[in-house]
């Protein structure tokens, strides 16, 4: 898709985002901003959530790809229902997946780096970090042509190194079903669903058939709701959050 084309689609979403915020449901909102620190090794703890909520914003976002078969069949399906996520990929994985990786891109998603081969970065020295994280930035830079890219460490492992370290925002999430645990698509469904509230950051891998499933039913069923899916740019963009380097960002609640 020509940038032209794929920058009138991202103004129409714009201006579809401010109708949104405009409408009664969103009209009571304070648009601020919940700073987090990383879960394991700050252990601050993640403010009260709202209740569920009946429609609002939400990013998908997947985790430790690409993966030709399973992520392929994840584009298709976003395709399909006209639906933008993001991405935060493993580094090792883009020299044999460059074509999915300018898909995505050209597709309208949004591009993560989640490390070169999925290292804790806490604790890590100046060197070792470049090692995981600028060797992924020049990997996607030298693929796309750009250099706009979030940051998710592995594990949601975060310290005051990796925020001093880390050259862009710090991405974290708000709904975690542990797809990687049991596989089974209908829980995994039911727990996004049970949790989605306005302004949530879903946690999944497109490493999993059983979660590219699982994916697209909750994306199914949440939209029937009035849930809209968002990369993780526009739902701060749409809260007037703006995302700084080195802070971490786990929810965009109104
Ligand atoms: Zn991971």
């Given at each position: 898709?020509?940038?032209?084309?794929?920058s009138?689609?991202?103004?129409?979403?714009l201006?579809a985002?401010?109708?949104?915020?405009?409408?009664?449901?969103?009209?009571?909102?304070?648009?601020e901003?919940?700073?987090a620190?990383?879960?394991?090794?700050d252990?601050?703890?993640?403010?009260?959530?709202p209740?569920?909520?009946?429609?609002?914003?939400?990013?998908?976002?997947?985790?430790?790809?690409?993966?030709?078969?399973?992520t392929?069949?994840?584009?298709d399906?976003?395709?399909e229902?006209?639906?933008h996520?993001?991405?935060?990929?493993?580094?090792?994985?883009?020299?044999n997946?460059m074509d999915?990786?300018?898909?995505?891109?050209?597709?309208g998603?949004q591009?993560?780096?989640?490390?070169y081969?999925?290292?804790?970065?806490?604790?890590?020295n100046?060197?070792?970090?470049?090692?995981q994280v600028?060797?992924?930035?020049?990997?996607l830079?030298?693929?796309l042509?750009?250099?706009?890219?979030?940051?998710?460490?592995?594990?949601?492992?975060?310290?005051p190194?990796?925020r001093?370290m880390?050259?862009?925002?710090?991405?974290?999430?708000?709904?975690?079903?542990?797809?990687?645990?049991?596989?089974d698509?209908?829980?995994?469904?039911?727990?996004i669903?049970?949790?989605?509230?306005?302004?949530?950051?879903?946690?999944l891998?497109?490493?999993?058939?059983?979660?590219?499933?699982?994916?697209?039913?909750?994306?199914?069923?949440?939209?029937?709701?009035g849930?809209?899916?968002?990369?993780?740019?526009?739902?701060?963009?749409?809260?007037?959050i703006?995302?700084?380097?080195?802070?971490?960002?786990?929810?965009?609640?109104?």
């Amino acid at each position: 898709m020509e940038r032209g084309a794929r920058s009138g689609r991202r103004r129409v979403l714009l201006a579809a985002l401010a109708l949104w915020a405009a409408m009664p449901w969103a009209a009571c909102v304070c648009w601020e901003a919940i700073p987090a620190d990383g879960p394991v090794v700050d252990g601050v703890e993640v403010p009260d959530a709202p209740a569920p909520s009946a429609g609002g914003l939400i990013a998908l976002t997947f985790d430790d790809g690409p993966r030709r078969s399973t992520t392929a069949a994840l584009l298709d399906g976003l395709a399909e229902r006209g639906i933008h996520a993001t991405f935060f990929l493993i580094g090792r994985q883009i020299p044999n997946n460059m074509d999915l990786v300018r898909r995505m891109d050209e597709e309208g998603h949004q591009i993560g780096i989640h490390t070169y081969d999925h290292t804790q970065l806490t604790g890590l020295n100046r060197g070792d970090f470049a090692a995981q994280v600028d060797r992924t930035r020049t990997l996607l830079q030298d693929t796309l042509g750009h250099n706009h890219f979030l940051l998710r460490p592995p594990y949601g492992a975060v310290d005051p190194g990796v925020r001093a370290m880390a050259g862009c925002p710090i991405v974290l999430w708000s709904i975690d079903p542990e797809d990687w645990d049991d596989k089974d698509p209908a829980r995994i469904v039911d727990h996004i669903v049970d949790n989605a509230k306005d302004g949530d950051i879903i946690l999944l891998h497109d490493i999993y058939p059983t979660s590219v499933e699982a994916a697209l039913q909750a994306a199914d069923r949440l939209r029937r709701r009035g849930f809209y899916f968002v990369t993780v740019e526009e739902l701060f963009a749409a809260r007037h959050i703006p995302l700084e380097d080195g802070h971490c960002y786990r929810t965009a609640y109104p």
